[in-house]
Nanobody, 123 residues
Framework: QVQLAESGGGLVPTGGSLRLSCATS????????MGWFRQVPGKEREFVAG????????MYADSVKARFTISRDNFRNTVALQMNSLKSEDTAVYYC????????????????WGQGTQVTVSS
């Protein structure tokens, strides 16, 4: 069982940056693939970025490519999502997710989820 807790959300102007962090209850540097998702009211939760359990592969939604970066800090047991050049359409609740796997595959479905953190980009 893995507990996840997101932090770092807030209000930021268009073009600004935010860094989200996902603290994990256990070491996820190995055996866990990680992902970030987001959801706005009335819409389905959508995939934003993923990191394979091996750490060798990442994948991003087309809407965030070249702007967002997912990374893992093995020492602090955290996974981060660096968000640059933010747009109003990035406004959403962002969720961290984990799935037990140590391969190179980046998943779209996960077993463990955090409670989410709100990101609001003001235009």
């Amino acid at each position: 069982q893995v507990q996840l807790a997101e932090s770092g959300g807030g209000l930021v102007p268009t073009g600004g940056s935010l860094r989200l962090s996902c603290a994990t209850s256990r070491r996820t540097s190995t055996y866990y693939a990680m992902g970030w998702f987001r959801q706005v009211p009335g819409k389905e939760r959508e995939f934003v970025a993923g990191l394979s359990g091996s750490g060798r592969r990442t994948m991003y939604a087309d809407s965030v490519k070249a702007r967002f970066t997912i990374s893992r800090d093995n020492f602090r047991n955290t996974v981060a999502l660096q968000m640059n050049s933010l747009k109003s359409e990035d406004t959403a609740v962002y969720y961290c997710a984990a799935r037990q796997d140590y391969g190179d595959y980046v998943f779209y479905e996960y077993d463990y989820w955090g409670q989410g953190t709100q990101v609001t980009v003001s235009s």
